[in-house]
Each structure stands twice: as C-alpha cells, then as structure tokens.
C-alpha cells in the first residue's frame, strides 16, 4: 500500500465553499424550527441515534433507552438551538412535552443567572480527585491516552485539520494543559495558559495515502495512533495530537484525535466530536470555525471541588465510606486491596459481545422492571456472577457482600450546579460501593427467577443510596488532607467496573466515528501497574440491527489466572441473559422504596401492598 507521511503544507489556503449545505445537513445541532417540542424530538432522536419519526411529544427520554450520559449530550445540542436545560430536567421529565415545558429560551427570562464575575479559564488549576488518582498509580503516566477516529468529508485538507485543532484548542482550555513535573505529579501543580499559547499547526500529521482501502485504513490509522502517543509531552504543555490519513479530494479519510487521558473523558469525546462537525460546517461555507465556549470552564469547575472537598456535607461522609471499604469476606483473586498489581498486558484481556436480541431487552425493558438504570442491571449482573464464580472455590454461596469500584461520568449537580455540558476535561468519579446481598438463590437467579428481580431492587436500592453518585468519595480521598490517609489505607476493590454508555457504529456519514476503532477506551503506557485485580469497560454499540453489548475484561497476571477470569467473565453474561428472562416474566415489575415519597416504607411493605392491590393498579 503506497503511503507516505509529509510535512503540512503552510495554513491559509481557502476552504472550499460548494460543499456547504451538506456540511450544514450534517451538523450537530438543528436549530428549533417548528417549536421547543419538535426540536426537542429532533435533538432526542440524533442522540439516541433514532430515526425522528420514532420520537413523539408523549415519548419519555429513559423510555427509549437514553441514559445520563446522553442526557448531557441532550442539554448541550438543545443550549446550540437555543434552549436552556439540565441534566436533571432530561432525565426526570416523563415526556418530550414536558421537557420543552421545561426548557427556558436562551436569551430568555432567568437565562443570564449566573455568577456575575466571569469564571476562571487560566493560570493555576488544582487538581481532581481523578487526576491525583492517576498519580497514584505505580508505572509511567505520560502518554496515558484516549482515542477518537472519525471519517473525513471529501475535500477535507491538512489546512482544515489544523484549523480545527487550533479551534479545539482555543476553545476548551484544558486541551493547552501544562504538568511541568509530568503527568504523575498532576496533584502538584498544573497550569491553563491563555488561548493562542499552543501551536496548533505543529500538532497535525498529515499520512498521504491515496491507495488506501477501507480495508487497510484501520491498521494505517492505528500505526499512525501509536506513533502520535509517543509525542504526547504533559510538560510541555502537549496534550492534543491529531493524525489526517488523506486518500484524497475524492474519497473519505480519517481524522484521529489522540489526547492525553488527564484532560478528556467519554461525555469530552461526544462534545468534540460535535465540534469538530460544526468547525467543518463553518468551514466548508468560508466562515471562522470558531466555537462556543463553555458556560462552566474546568479550572473553574476544579475551583468549586477543592472547596466542596473540605465542606461539612463532605467531611459528614467520611465514616461511610471508610464503613464501605471494610474488608470483604473474599477479596476477588485472593489479592489484598494493597497489593501491587501486575501491569496490563494484552495476553490478560478478553472481549465479548451480546447481540441485538439480548442487549436490545437488557438496556430498555429491563431498567424498566424497576424504574431504573443500565447501570443498575449490569451491576446485579455483576453482583450475582461474582457470587456464582466464588461458589465452586467455597463450596457454598455464603459471603453475599460485592465490592465494586465504580466509575461514573462525574458532571454532577453539586455546588451550585453548573452547566457542564460543554465543559471538557476529564471528571471521572471512582467510587467503591458495597453491595450486601445475603444468600441470594443463585441457580434461581441464573434461569431467571423472582431471586433474579430481588437482588435487582436491593441493588438499585444500594446505588441510590450512594449521595451524589459518589463524588464525595474521591474529593475526601484526594482533595482533603484529614481524610485522605485513612481512606487511603483502606484500599481498594478488586474489582472496577465502568459503562461508558452507547456509541452509534456503522454509520457511513462523514464525521460518524470509524469502523475499527474502539472509542474512547484508554490505552496505559507499558508497565503501568492496573488499578484493579479485574476491570470491565463496558459499552453499547448502536447498529442496523439493533444495539450490541460489548465488554472488555483485562486482569493482572498475579491476581488471576486466566481461565477464572474468563470464567467470571462468561458468568456475568449469563446473569444478564437471566435478568432479559426475568424481566419477561408477568409481574415482574414494581416499585422499590426510592420511588416512593413516604420515608420508612421498606422493600418487603412495597411487595406486601403491590401482591394486595397490584391488580389495581
């Protein structure tokens, strides 16, 4: 395959005009034409990758599958066309009608509220919990990175890469993020500087490769991928690197953007991917690709969580969390929550897949059962297979307790609730959570049965308890010094586990993420240490068919040996293929305590009311 890599050519060449429409058509945001209603329905069915005639004003947005994650895409493709939402107003409201009831008009009444001085952009950022976890870690840190590779509209040239990249840039401060010590020393001190400090033109490659196939293009862009992390460089201020594989003025090519993991995370990669569309459009109609910039800055953000991390709400959490992490009765892999973990190596990773006629039921119909979340079905999918997997070895299903470490998006309404839905950075939450389960029936649960649907409720139940889904956790253990050491001895889990939410796949358009490339999954540098004996990254993938279930399994060679983790791993599909049977079954669904208002009302008074009166209901 003829393929060459070449010096960019000097920037300022004309972007070219006739594609403009198309470049329109296939932007991120339409603006409301027909009213908050129909807008909403547009904006609602985009994100959900629906088609918009399957979204109607009666439609809820958790009905149809939407989870917190694409509620803030939700929020910041409404903020472009014009309305005011939150996360909260997406995710709560029963109707696409009464979510535009409840959308303001952004040059409308209460539109400015607001602080009235400017928040902070630049100079001096303190750290996030998350990023002083990553320092945290045994093993080098400076090319810790994730990808995104998106098709390229023909006429796409290096000239516009860079001009993306440098609105990129400019436009989400973290992006120009300084560590001058590296990025292990985050917690130390990093630094914003202003816009225009990061040359942009000096951060593309641009591989000619005209010959290319599509066939081909996966292992090109993935070389190019590995080369680009070498010259990631947190020190200097590096954070951003960018690879355009040009086939030409006639056919589609790849834009691959490789960032540094301390300041990009999953909802980060959906704004900029939206971004990028909207800087094509600009561009393609001889505009400035100049963007939005976002309501809440991230050093502004990181500001709020050094005070919260010292708050008496904080500081009354403290005596939970360190009640979390008492020991379980059977560490996962027989590791002690302090042990150095071996590094992740590719010999200890494992993907599965459920198809469309599994993972379809699992991610709507069975949330559903118990007004709740994906998150909460895999998790008692999870929860069960562990208690499954340790059977064999003890002879009995007794220590009912799971400690997971679970990961969370982190843009959470806390301290005055800032509009985050623009915001990139990387906000992670890790948290551990305890789920005491008793002495489920195990093979009851595995066919599907009643013992299926009880340990869904208390696991629900155990999530909803958790304030703030867990942000707490890491302010006390990183960002607060009275705190911080006794949480830090107690260890961690054995187990992190992480949903990273639903991603559209095989779609042919220009921008669309491309075929071959996982998204937005981390790739450590080699001989860093894992985090976790086993970890899981789990993913929906939207296709023609329907949506698939992916997850990765990676775990540390002196934690497990590889046909118990692939046994735990096969376990837990078989407990979410027992939850789609379950949640099939009549009377399978019910109300569990946080659903109702009354304070005291137990699971068992809800059971005992809905077998007296569910008939009339």
Known sequence: ??????????????????????????????????????????????????????????????????????????????????????????????????????????????????????????????????????????????????????????????????????????????????????????????????????????????????????????????????????????????????????????RQGRLALVVHHLVVDGVSWRILQDDVRTCWARLATGEDPALEPAPTPFAHWADLLRADATSGRRMGEAARWTETLRPAPEPLGGVSPLDRLDAETADHRLTLTLPPEVAGPLLTAVPGVVNGTVNDVLLTGLALAVLAWRRPETGAADGGTVLVDVEGHGREDIAGAPDLSRTVGWFTTMYPVRFDLGRPDLDDAREGGPAAGQVLRTVKETLRAVPDHGIGYGLLRHGNSRTGPALAARGVPGIGFNYLGRFPMGDTADWAAAPGHDFALDEADDGLAMAHAVEVNAAAHEGPDGPTLSATWTWAGNALPADRAHALAHEWFAMLRALVRHAALPGAAGLTPSDVSLPGLGQADLDAFEAQFGELL
Request: proline letters at 10%.
């Open 1 to 250: 395959m003829p393929e060459s890599v070449r010096t960019l050519p000097a920037p300022g060449s004309p972007p070219p005009t006739a594609a403009g429409a198309a470049a329109r058509e296939g932007s991120a945001v339409e603006g409301p034409t027909a009213g908050p209603v129909d807008a909403l329905r547009h904006l609602v069915a985009q994100v959900l990758g629906l088609a918009a005639d399957a979204v109607g004003p009666a439609h809820g947005f958790t009905e149809l599958g939407g989870d917190s994650i694409q509620a803030i895409q939700v929020v910041s493709r409404a903020r472009a066309a014009g309305l005011l939402l939150t996360t909260r107003d997406v995710l709560r409201s029963e109707s696409v009608a009464a979510l535009a009831a409840a959308a303001r008009a952004a040059d409308g009444p209460g539109a400015d509220e607001g602080p009235t001085e400017p928040p902070r952009r630049t100079g001096p950022l303190t750290a996030t919990p998350i990023m002083a976890w990553l320092g945290d870690l045994a093993g080098p840190v400076d090319t810790y990175h994730q990808s995104l590779v998106v098709r390229t509209p023909a006429g796409f040239r290096a000239e516009h890469a860079v001009r993306v990249v440098r609105a990129l840039l400019d436009t989400h401060d973290v992006l120009r993020l300084t560590v001058p010590g590296g990025a292990g020393t985050a917690a130390e001190g990093c630094t914003v500087p202003p816009p225009g400090s990061v040359d942009a033109y000096g951060l593309v490659e641009h591989v000619h490769a005209p010959d290319a196939t599509d066939a081909e293009l996966p292992a090109l862009t993935t070389a190019r991928i590995r080369a680009a992390r070498r010259l990631l460089s947190p020190a200097d201020g590096v954070m951003l690197r960018a690879v355009l594989v040009d086939r030409g003025p006639g």
